[in-house]
Nanobody
């Protein structure tokens, strides 16, 4: 059974920082593209960021560009989302995702594998 396990969520004040981690279990994801999505209450799930298998290409939603950074450590089989200058509108459940192709995450936005999500709450 393949699972993506997120961690690092929590409550932070506006302007603060959090780092989310995603560690797959049951499979090595070194050859997979990885991404992060989020879903706020009453809203549809939206794309946040993605990174290709090598870490050489990254993609961001306009709303987080310049504030969030996605990275990966294939030796540790872990993907990170560093979130700085957080705003109340960043409050959401954040989901880790994985797929063989980066386009499925960034363009189609329907990756094969999903985590259970971690809550991020930004207070004003």
């Amino acid at each position: 059974q393949v699972q993506l396990v997120e961690s690092g969520g929590g409550l932070v004040q506006a302007g603060g920082s959090l780092r989310l981690s995603c560690a797959p279990s049951g499979r090595t994801f070194g050859s997979y593209a990885m991404g992060w999505f989020r879903q706020a209450p009453g809203k549809e799930r939206e794309f946040v960021a993605a990174i290709d298998w090598s870490g050489g290409r990254t993609y961001y939603a306009d709303s987080v560009k310049g504030r969030f950074t996605i990275s990966r450590d294939n030796a540790r089989n872990t993907v990170y989302l560093q979130m700085n200058s957080l705003k109340p509108e960043d409050t959401a459940v954040y989901y880790c995702a994985a797929d063989r192709t980066i386009n499925t995450i960034v363009v189609v936005r329907s990756p094969r594998f999903w985590g259970q999500g971690t809550q991020v709450t930004v207070s004003s």
